[in-house]
């Protein structure tokens, strides 16, 4: 068993509310200076920054997990985490037809920039990453699950897409067991503001929209860098093991 920390939530200048600066090596170059080991990339509601982050993360020693952050149809967003771009590419293409055609106002929203490895620019997204799926969460779950992926509703404390603040609770028709709080809020005060966390795991995330937002939280202690280790090691299971770092990383 090895100790490993991690960011499992980061956007790229594909997602209209990051930072310029959100580029892979520029990404991969903060986490190298924070020892971060695991980085999931995450923008919304697309994959096609991922290869380019894991393209440019092959000299590092940092493992990219695929990822997105898809907003359903209930306006919640969740993180969905794959071992491999096959996985999240197959989950991708069943979801796809769902995302309203909706032309992105670069000037209100803000740019949504494809790259490569380099942070060079290859085109623009003219679809609006930041709208809801026609999906509900409980059937983007079983989608996420049929791909052999994780879903962890996001920032659930939030009031904009957050799943407690908008829709009061998790649905009982889907065996969610992991929950992400936001950067902001102190994991040994988060039962107080929101009891209903105690029926859950916990984690935490930098959410990074800039790279000092690429905070790396999470210390799992797991044999191998897959899904179904950091999800044991989330749950304490099979000697795996889960560390939050809040009180150690200066936020």
């Given at each position: 068993m090895k100790n490993y920390r991690a960011e499992l939530h980061t956007h790229t200048v594909l997602s209209p509310c990051a930072s310029i600066e959100m580029i892979p090596p520029l990404i991969i170059a903060e986490a190298e200076s924070k020892n971060i080991d695991i980085l999931a990339i995450t923008d919304h509601n697309s994959i096609d920054n991922i290869q380019s982050v894991i393209d440019a993360a092959q000299d590092s020693n940092i493992t990219i997990i695929p990822g997105i952050e898809l907003q359903t149809r209930e306006e919640i967003h969740s993180i969905c985490l794959f071992d491999t771009m096959e996985q999240i590419s197959a989950f991708y293409k069943h979801i796809l037809p769902t995302f309203p055609d909706i032309k992105n106002d670069k000037d209100y929203f803000g740019e949504q920039f494809i790259v490569d490895k380099t942070g060079d620019f290859?085109?623009?997204?003219?679809?609006?990453?930041?709208?809801?799926?026609?999906?509900?969460?409980?059937?983007?779950?079983?989608?996420?699950?049929?791909?052999?992926?994780?879903?962890?509703?996001?920032?659930?404390?939030?009031?904009?897409?957050?799943?407690?603040?908008?829709?009061?609770?998790?649905?009982?028709?889907?065996?969610?067991?992991?929950?992400?709080?936001?950067?902001?809020?102190?994991?040994?005060?988060?039962?107080?503001?929101?009891?209903?966390?105690?029926?859950?795991?916990?984690?935490?995330?930098?959410?990074?929209?800039?790279?000092?937002?690429?905070?790396?939280?999470?210390?799992?202690?797991?044999?191998?860098?897959?899904?179904?280790?950091?999800?044991?090691?989330?749950?304490?299971?099979?000697?795996?093991?889960?560390?939050?770092?809040?009180?150690?990383?200066?936020?």
């Open positions: 290859i085109r623009r997204e003219e679809r609006l990453l930041i709208s809801s799926a026609d999906i509900s969460l409980s059937s983007a779950f079983y989608q996420v699950q049929k791909h052999h992926g994780l879903m962890i509703p996001a920032h659930v404390n939030r009031s904009a897409y957050g799943l407690f603040p908008v829709l009061g609770f998790v649905p009982e028709d889907i065996q969610i067991e992991i929950l992400e709080i936001s950067k902001h809020l102190d994991p040994y005060d988060d039962i107080d503001q929101f009891p209903q966390l105690s029926n859950y795991h916990i984690i935490q995330n930098g959410d990074a929209h800039f790279l000092e937002d690429i905070i790396g939280f999470n210390q799992f202690k797991v044999e191998q860098i897959t899904i179904d280790e950091i999800t044991q090691a989330i749950k304490n299971q099979n000697g795996r093991h889960y560390n939050n770092l809040f009180h150690t990383i200066s936020v």
